[in-house]
């Protein structure tokens, strides 16, 4: 019955960030989405200095690696992709992103509370309104929602977990693909100083 529900409250919310993932194109309303464009065409294959710091530049590379991908494939069907695509893309970036930040928040849950907390915390952030929206915008704030809770997530194993290590790198891994995606995750280091304090404490205290 749980695994039914918790397959539902996936399919219901991944299908609210991807549904009408296309809207209003081509017209944006949305400074960001085209401000991203500009900075994703500076870039060059010999020079990917993106000039522009307001974001992180992961999100402006993984753009540009899928517009290069897109021009790529269409050059092999001998077409060539309407600027919308790009937008598209964007989008559905986006909206992936929100659909797996649903699944780890759900993991998170159930790892440090119970089932029940990790169902409700998923249906919560399924019917989230500001969450659903922001999937459907090519802008940073759903990655860097994603890349947070994953550093927090691997910050928590790190202290709970007997394989040290492997949250250790996790853990800061997360947490510098946060940064890449904006620099307001800068907090997250307080987070992982305080969960290597606590993984030292814990490992101190079981010898």
């Not at 753009?63 to 494939?73: G, R, V």
């Not at 492997?166 to 992982?192: C, D, M």
Request: contains cysteine; charged residues 15%; aromatic residues 14%.
């Amino acid at each position: 019955m749980k695994r039914a529900f918790l397959f539902f409250l996936l399919i219901f919310g991944v299908s609210l960030r991807f549904y009408g993932v296309d809207w209003s194109l081509p017209n944006l309303f949305h400074p960001d989405e085209t401000r991203l464009l500009y900075a994703v065409n500076d870039l060059e294959p010999n020079h990917w200095n993106p000039k522009f710091f307001a974001y992180g530049s992961l999100p402006i590379y993984l753009l540009k690696i899928a517009q290069l991908s897109a021009e790529t494939a269409a050059q092999w069907l001998g077409k060539r992709p309407p600027r919308v695509d790009f937008f598209l893309t964007g989008r559905m970036i986006s909206a992936l992103f929100g659909s797996l930040t649903l699944l780890l928040l759900y993991r998170f849950g159930k790892r440090f509370f119970s089932e029940r907390v990790g169902l409700l915390s998923l249906a919560f952030l399924s019917l989230t309104v500001l969450h659903i929206q922001l999937s459907h915008f090519l802008t940073v704030d759903v990655m860097l929602t994603f890349f947070v809770l994953l550093a927090v997530y691997c910050a928590a194993r790190l202290v709970e977990s007997p394989d040290k290590f492997r949250f250790s790198v996790l853990s800061g891994a997360a947490t510098g693909l946060a940064l890449a995606t904006k620099v307001s995750a800068a907090p997250l280091f307080g987070v992982l100083a305080l969960a290597h304090l606590l993984a030292l404490f814990a490992s101190r205290q079981a010898a």
